[in-house]
């Protein structure tokens, strides 16, 4: 059976750490860790963790040993964010939330998971598919 791919923004990451966030981000990476979901990360998450604590800094390079995926922000991801703009998705605050975002949409992930998940469609999570209508970021 297939793994499900799970995008994760550094909400994630970082909210292990955090007693606000920690229970579901716990059991999150948790299950990545024994191999029931794959973490599909960008190099957007890559740059935030740059400047994070080190102990966030170690457990995002545990995560990308489980192994994980990388993907990278591309003119595709680029030009999807532009359209979300011009069409009001969201404002100039949450650009690198629509970064997130859209490199999930791209890189077709079964679940989408952290803070821009949550600003967008107003949960923490979504499955392919299950976006509500008008907020499909390629439509």
Request: hydrophobic share 40%; aromatic share 8%.
């Amino acid at each position: 059976m297939k793994k499900l791919r799970v995008y994760v923004d550094t909400s994630v990451v970082g909210g292990y750490f955090d007693i606000e966030f920690e229970e579901w981000s716990k059991a999150l990476v948790n299950d990545f860790r024994v191999g029931r979901y794959e973490a599909v990360v960008s190099n957007v998450v890559a740059r935030e963790i740059a400047a994070a604590p080190d102990f966030v800094r170690e457990l995002y390079t545990e995560m990308l040993s489980w192994p994980a995926e990388i993907v990278s922000v591309d003119e595709e991801a680029l030009s999807l964010v532009a359209q979300c703009k011009a069409r009001g998705v969201l404002s100039n605050k949450f650009l690198e939330d629509m970064l997130h975002i859209a490199r999930a949409t791209i890189a077709d992930v079964d679940r989408k998971r952290g803070k821009g998940v949550r600003a967008l469609y107003g949960k923490g999570v979504t499955e392919k598919g299950s976006e509500p209508n008008g907020t499909d970021l390629r439509r």
